[in-house]
């Protein structure tokens, strides 16, 4: 694809991320998307067939980002504490912006078996996740930077309390205090105390 057509692509997206953080997935339309970046929709479907195609580029590209900048970070022996600081102030700042949240987008999507096929599964991104974060959480220990805990239940208090206030924000004005709270935590059963207190 040209350098052109691959700008297109990525401002449709963009376009498209905001319209499904505003009204979820359900609700927009590709006239919705052809309105907002002001392409025909000849021009719109030369690169997309649907919304669906969208989102799920949109979704596999945030997931993708999370995982090549963690396993790179890892490659280059930066220290497990500070990718998870990068990490958890990044969730942290999206737990609370709720006008740029696409949760509930994501239940709407993947809660629909005629739109979410078996290979594009809800599922397929929670082990990608997964397998990421215990790649962390597992260097961290090895650098014994990290207390010698269970990967695979940190990464679910992570991943559930994280999406859990995110969907939550799309529905109620959430207190400020509710991701330091949750952020605090990790960082109590990942970090020994005498780390935690140089903080």
């Known amino acids: 694809m040209s350098l052109k057509g691959e700008k ?15 009204k979820g997935f359900k609700a927009v339309t590709m006239k919705d998307i052809c309105e907002l970046t002001g392409l025909s929709r000849g021009g719109l479907y030369r690169h997309y067939e649907s919304t669906g195609q969208i989102f799920l580029e949109i979704v596999d590209a945030f ?12 490659e280059q022996h930066i220290p ?49 996740s997964k397998s990421t974060w215990i790649k962390l959480i597992n260097y961290g220990i090895g650098t014994k930077e990290f207390n010698p805990v269970n990967p695979e239940s940190i990464f679910n208090v992570i991943i559930f309390a994280y999406q859990g206030v995110r969907m939550y924000s799309k529905l109620m004005k959430i207190d400020p205090d509710i991701p330091t709270q949750i952020i605090n935590e990790i960082k109590r059963l990942l970090l020994p105390e005498e780390v935690r207190h140089e903080k």
């Open 8 to 22: 297109t692509k990525q401002n449709i997206r963009e376009k498209a991320y905001q319209l499904f953080a505003e």
């Open 63 to 74: 997931s993708d980002q999370q995982t090549n900048e963690i396993f790179t970070k890892i």
């Open 80 to 128: 497990a504490i500070t990718i998870l600081e990068e990490v958890l102030a990044k969730y942290a700042s999206e737990m609370i912006d709720c006008e740029n949240s696409i949760s509930l987008a994501i239940y709407e999507f993947y809660s629909n078996p005629a739109l979410s096929k078996k290979d594009n599964s809800v599922k397929k991104r929670y082990e990608t």
